[in-house]
């Protein structure tokens, strides 16, 4: 039986998916892209291969996605991320759907229709603001493990507002509040709810929300604020970080399903 | 992926840069030989200019130099620590800081730079940001800054509209005589708006090639074959050198040359050029099969209204006619006819930083369009010359998922 493999070097992480002939995923691999996006690519693949228990020539194709797309040496192809989040989050989903991914440095909205089709996209502006690399600072900002976020969040009795649209203004704005004496969880997810109001503005949205990326997988609590902000339906797919990495490996099985 | 991803020269470019040399070596000299200079914004009455015997110079075209050769970036600040926020016009700031460092790419033809103005003279249909500019070197150099203050968001042209910036063109003919020691002679007006026409419909010919599939030239060809469009209208030398281009882009239909190996798309550019990236741009449409054929920029120094049987009438009605200065219902309506004419399958919007007076999908144009005409659109987040204010990765991944959506028919 053949095997197909998908790579997102993203800008914060590597994620891997292997999946079978059915788009079944078997194994998956995630590790920080680094500064050798080769060697992370590498690394994720001799991962999930052991993981999955199956031998390199096994793998009867591979796509790469992601900004590293271009740096993965035995991909067979390569397309945007943009592509293979929403391919990945079809296979899920199959109905007309808005994907919102929120990646370590920016985020997507993309529309499909009701057969997958793309009919438009829109990423972030030039700025860290909505994305990743927001609650990094925050985090930083706050002395807070990033992981303990979301658990912090999810213990908030109080809504707190930052408005600020640039990540250094909103670090200051949580300054005040610090010394304002408010709960560090209700400006925790005051913080998370500021992510969901950037994404809120980049564009309309047309059917159930569909969340994808490693930021949503990291803190769950999101699809709650985003169900909230927008009145709409979420999903959440199995393995969110991971949807990219699908996608990849989706087109690398239909190219080779074409290529038959 | 296109077998080639080399951008197709022109043989007639080498004569561009020769008419070009010859252009900014007079504009050099003249000073030194008791020529007289008047800077001009991109749509002002440079026919005017030209007929008194002015030596033309267009500060936007050094704009456009300084973004192109990446000064840019590091010349605005210079712009910004003397009251020139980063928010406003690039090209303005990149000048200022040019004019502040005595740095110019002119310098780089071994020539001294860009001539003192004896007088500055804008139009505002453009935005109030060329004035502002203007005003700068006339406080600086104390010399006189003139200008035409054109309506905007103009809708259908009418006569009122017509004689009220004719009527200022005319206004300025009493100063500018002064200052260049001589009448205007109205043959020789004449003469000049019949060879800014011509040149006008011979840049329009050449645009017009683009129809083609595939096309022979691309937006970014464009903007370097406009150079002489852009500084050398109304003069006989403009004219003879795109009846040369336009004969070789004759050629290239004739026998089915594209532009772009393998044309797989088309697509229409609105907004300025990000002069910085032109290159970069250019190489990814080519290695995707895009032909960006077609743009409002290029099409901006197309006026077909002039008249030498009516010289000022018609200089006003030009330039008040341009995509800039026009409705959001007549921009749409223009944009809706070039995606017919050009054959294009979406529509590229660069929404630059500092010129919000050609980023046109502030206002929900990209969304009324593809409503309309059922074509995708892309907005790129950049600038003219501001390249801090462009990502590289998230415009690459950007126009790469463009161009997969658009190959999904």
New interface residues.
């Given amino acids: 039986m053949d095997y197909f493999c998908g790579i997102d070097i993203g800008a914060s992480a590597a994620k891997l998916v292997v999946i079978d002939r059915s788009g079944r995923s078997l194994a998956k691999a995630t590790r920080r892209s680094g500064v050798d996006y080769a060697q992370a690519a590498e690394g994720c693949l001799e991962e999930a291969l052991a993981a999955a228990g199956l031998a390199p020539h096994e793998i009867a194709g591979s796509l790469s996605t992601g900004?590293g797309r271009d740096n993965v040496p035995w991909a067979g192809g390569k397309?945007?991320?943009?592509?293979c989040h929403g391919k990945g989050a079809y296979f899920h989903f199959r109905r007309k759907m808005t994907i919102i991914d929120i990646g370590a440095q920016?985020s997507k909205v993309i529309h499909l229709d009701a057969e997958g089709?793309?009919?438009?996209?829109?990423?972030n502006?030039?700025c860290a603001a909505g994305t990743g690399a927001f609650l990094e600072e925050i985090a930083y900002r706050l002395d807070l493990p990033l992981a303990a976020l979301n658990g912090l969040a999810e213990r908030s009795t109080k809504e707190i507002a930052l408005g600020s649209f640039c990540t250094v203004f909103a670090a200051t704005e949580i300054l005040g509040k610090i010394r304002a004496g408010e709960k560090i969880e209700d400006i925790v997810k005051g913080a998370l709810r500021s992510v969901v109001k950037r994404i809120l503005e980049m564009d309309t949205v047309d059917g159930p929300l569909v969340l994808t990326g490693g930021v949503v997988a990291h803190n769950p609590i999101l699809a709650a604020l985003v169900a909230g902000s927008f009145g709409q339906e979420v999903l959440v797919p199995p393995e969110p970080q991971h949807v990219g990495a699908l996608g990849a490996a989706l087109f690398a099985l239909e190219k080779a399903e074409k290529g038959r | 992926m296109s077998s080639s991803t080399e951008r197709k020269d022109f043989d007639a470019t080498r004569k561009m840069r020769a008419v070009m040399g010859k252009y900014f070596t007079e504009l050099c000299q003249g000073p030194a030989e008791g020529k007289k200079t008047a800077w001009c914004t991109s749509v002002g009455p440079a026919e005017l200019l030209r007929a008194l015997g002015f030596n033309v110079y267009f500060p936007e075209n050094h704009g456009a130099m300084l973004g192109a050769t990446r000064m840019a970036t590091d010349l605005i600040p210079l712009a910004n620590a003397r009251g020139f926020s980063p928010d406003i016009c690039s090209y303005l700031t990149s000048d200022v800081g040019s004019y502040l460092k005595g740095e110019s790419p002119i310098q780089k033809m071994n020539l001294p730079g860009p001539p003192k103005a004896d007088v500055l003279v804008y139009n505002t249909n453009q935005c109030r940001d060329v004035k502002d500019w203007f005003q700068f070197y006339g406080r600086e150099w104390k010399v006189p800054c003139l200008g035409i203050h054109t309506p905007r968001a103009i809708g259908e042209m009418d006569g009122a509209l017509v004689d009220y910036v004719a009527g200022q063109i005319e206004a300025l003919v009493e100063p500018l005589e002064q200052i260049a020691g001589t009448k205007l002679d109205r043959g020789r007006l004449k003469q000049v708006v019949g060879l800014s026409r011509q040149c006008t419909l011979l840049w329009k010919g050449v645009l017009e090639t683009a129809a083609h599939v595939p096309s022979p030239i691309t937006f970014f060809d464009g903007t370097i074959q406009m150079g002489p469009a852009v500084v050398l209208r109304g003069h006989s030398d403009a004219v003879d050198y795109y009846n040369l281009l336009l004969t070789e882009l004759n050629q290239r239909v004739a026998q089915g040359i594209g532009a772009v190996e393998g044309e797989k798309l088309r697509v229409y550019w609105e907004g300025m050029p990000i002069w910085g990236k032109l290159k970069d741009l250019s190489t990814q449409m080519l290695q995707l099969g895009i032909g960006v054929v077609a743009s409002t920029y290029c099409n901006s120094w197309i006026f077909e209204a002039l008249d030498p049987a009516d010289p000022f009438r018609s200089m006003a009605r030009a330039y008040s006619s341009i995509f800039i200065c026009r409705s959001e219902d007549w921009k749409e309506r223009y944009i809706a006819e070039m995606v017919a004419r050009f054959r294009v399958d979406g529509i590229v919007y660069h929404d630059a930083k500092t010129c919000p007076n050609n980023s046109n999908n502030r206002y929900g144009m990209p969304q009324r369009l593809q409503e309309k005409l059922g074509k995708p659109y892309l907005v790129v987040n950049g600038d003219l010359n501001d390249l801090r204010l462009y990502s590289e990765e998230q415009t690459r991944t950007k126009i790469e998922a463009f161009a997969e959506q658009l190959a999904q028919g």
Avoid: L, V
């Avoid at chain 1, 089709?117 to 990423?123: E, I, K, N, W, Y």
């Fill in positions: 900004y397309m945007t991320e943009i592509a920016d089709r793309r009919t438009s996209f829109q990423m502006r030039k």
